[in-house]
């Protein structure tokens, strides 16, 4: 018999793989409720009984930055939902990475706390960039109901919960036209006006990505320009700007740890002084933790050096029109997401071989931690020491050009910082969910 395709055998085992993992889980929760099939629930209580099952249901917090709490609130009435931690029975943990064919992965955690404490799981749901909202935010509630059936199993509500299966035929074999290719265009632009100012910016983006195990690729073209005119007595002030920039990437997977690839960007810039560069550089990496660990901490160290071709609008302060230098730069990312928050830490230094006094380094870290119950500190920071500006443009900017920003300044640094800090306290459930006059944000 004639072996099966690589390619066939990877399109199969991203079909059927996802598919088992569902039929196993919805088997294992069939054994939980000592009856046969799996996923549709149905829940129901009698007036009599109703307020000691409400008590008796599984306190659980949903621990999702990006998720519509408000529906997962009103699709799942079976639970007590709490706002703080560690009130819960169950932590649902969700974090998300960008897929390649350009959709979002849903990695949801499932952590039992007090009397559940060890039953931990994770299940996964996957969205693809064509869908809604709507459609995105029903899927993984779906998931998160499933995975909520385990932990419901083990309390007196068990008995008025029914499982039921779907089958679905599987198919045997998938072929990809389009062998993992995903492209996107977009087109936009925002127009703004007063009787004084006005203000109008076009970007346009197109975008090629194919992400398998193996090897990723990803290739961007972006486009902006961005006009602004104030008039002021008798006088119009006009300021434009336009910038170009191609990027990218590839990246070869060496085993759980290493990685090699090459980064590739050529750009334009009038705010930078640039008529155009070419930046080509090889890189390499090394992740401490295995990156199949990726959703929940990472810590990975890059090398990467490349040359840097530039040629420049205007003259710069030291003389150049344009020149071909080399550099280098090493970088280190730390990213944990746990029950107590996330933290992503990284540092990046670099310098160019002609001369080593011309480097930056930079240092950033973003931090969101529940201090304890009800207080939570959220905290965003990046330093940057600079010493290569070298495309600074010859002679004094002029007053409009600084205000307007339309062109780079010299420093020797940069910096921004933003935090905030919020306590919530009072009932400890989170239930209800009431729509009307929206949010009260605005009147």
């Known amino acids: 018999m004639k072996p099966k395709s690589k390619k066939g055998l ?18 294992c929760l069939s054994c939980f409720f000592f009856s046969f099939p799996g996923p549709s629930f149905a829940f129901q209580e009698t007036n009599q009984e109703g307020q000691d099952l409400r008590d008796k249901a599984p306190r659980v917090f949903i621990d999702c930055r990006r998720c519509d709490l408000n529906y997962i609130k009103t699709e799942i009435p079976f639970v007590n939902f709490v706002w703080d931690r560690k009130e819960a029975d169950v932590h649902v943990l969700i974090t998300t ?16 706390q007090g009397a559940f404490e060890k039953n931990n799981y994770v299940l996964k749901y996957t969205s693809h960039r064509t869908e809604t909202e709507a459609e995105t935010r029903a899927g993984y509630t779906r998931v998160i109901k499933l995975g909520l059936m385990p932990y419901l199993a083990q309390t ?16 045997t074999e998938v072929t990809d036209p389009w062998n993992f290719w995903v492209f996107g ?3 936009g632009g925002r127009f703004e006006g007063e009787s004084k100012r006005k203000t109008s910016s076009i970007n346009a983006n197109l975008s090629a990505a194919r992400v398998t195990p193996e090897i990723k690729i990803r290739l961007g073209f972006n486009a902006n320009f961005d006009e602004r005119k104030y008039i002021y007595s008798d006088k119009t002030i006009i300021s434009t700007m336009e910038s170009e920039n191609f990027s990218g990437l590839i990246v070869k997977s060496l085993n759980d740890h290493w990685s090699v690839g090459a980064y590739l960007n050529m750009s334009s810039s009038v705010y930078n002084n640039i008529k155009f560069s070419f930046n080509p550089a090889p890189a390499i990496e090394f992740n401490v933790f295995p990156y199949s660990e990726s959703t929940r901490r990472e810590l990975r ?16 302060i030291y003389f150049k029109m344009s020149e ?5 730069s090493l970088s280190a990312t730390l990213e944990l997401k746990e029950p107590w928050g996330s933290w992503e830490a990284s540092i990046y230094g670099s310098h160019y071989f002609h ?7 930079r240092i950033s870290t973003q931090l969101y931690f529940r201090i304890f119950k009800g207080l939570t500190l959220g905290l965003n920071g990046r330093y940057e020491r600079v010493r290569d500006q070298l495309s600074l443009r010859r002679g004094e900017a002029t007053l409009e050009e600084v205000l307007l920003r339309r062109t780079q300044l010299a420093t020797t640094y940069e910096y921004s910082l933003s935090f905030n800090i919020n306590y919530t306290f009072g009932s400890i459930f989170s239930n209800v969910v009431n729509p009307r006059f929206g949010d009260g944000e605005r009147y």
């Open 10 to 27: 990877l399109n199969k085992e991203r079909i059927l793989k996802p598919a088992l993992k569902i039929a196993l889980e919805i088997f």
């Open 97 to 112: 990475q960008s897929t390649g064919a350009g959709g979002t992965e849903y990695t949801i955690s499932f952590l039992g």
């Open 156 to 171: 007196p509500l068990a008995e008025y919960c029914s499982i039921s299966l779907r089958r679905v035929p599987l198919p």
């Open 301 to 316: 160290f890059m090398y990467r050096a490349g040359l840097n071709a530039v040629k420049y609008r205007e003259e710069t």
């Open 185 to 187: 265009l977009s087109l």
């Open 355 to 361: 001369d080593f006094s011309k480097n930056r380094l």
């Open 324 to 328: 071909n230098l080399w550099s280098e």
